[in-house]
Structures are given as C-alpha cells and as structure tokens.
C-alpha cells in the first residue's frame, strides 16, 4: 500500500491512502496527459502546481502536487518510496 504524505505550509501533514499503485502525473514530464487530466482546473490553480498523482478508489482521484509544498509517496511501514519535494524546488 502506498500513501501520499504532503507536508504544506499552511495546512501542516497531510497523508492519504494511495492503495496498492498510483500514477504520478508531472507537468513538465508528461505535459498532455497532465493537460489534459486537469483541464477542468483552469491555468491559475494549475500554475501552483508541478503535477498530480492519481490514484483509484471507487473512482479515479486526483491529488495535486503543489509547488510550495513538500510531498513524499510512502510504503505502508512509513519508509519514504519517492521524495516527490524534489522535482517542486525545481520549478
């Protein structure tokens, strides 16, 4: 199981459960299927973010990736997967 950890400024730690796979969705690395998995966001909201990470419950969900933030994709026993902050300090 993996789960979503953003540590946001304003909002403090944020975890969500991913489940079993995810698909990470960055704007600069995959700029049409970003474009067009948030067209309906609008280019304001999407210019604070660096991408999405989508994943399925009993629909596709959609969390962003916000520029100003730090986020971590983590396994079930808490062991960072991927450190996601690092693409967000390069924008």
Do not use: C
Request: glycine share 6%; hydrophobic share 35%; no cysteine.
């Amino acid at each position: 199981m993996f789960i979503l950890r953003r540590i946001a400024p304003d909002y403090g730690e944020i975890n969500t459960e991913l489940g079993e796979y995810y698909v990470k969705v960055l704007k600069d690395e995959n700029k049409e299927q970003f474009l067009s998995e948030t067209k309906e966001w609008g280019d304001d909201f999407r210019n604070k973010i660096f991408g999405v990470v989508e994943f399925f419950t009993d629909h596709k969900v959609l969390m962003p990736l916000y520029n100003d933030s730090k986020q971590y994709i983590m396994t079930s026993d808490g062991h960072t997967f991927d450190n996601l902050s690092i693409r967000s300090q390069e924008e």
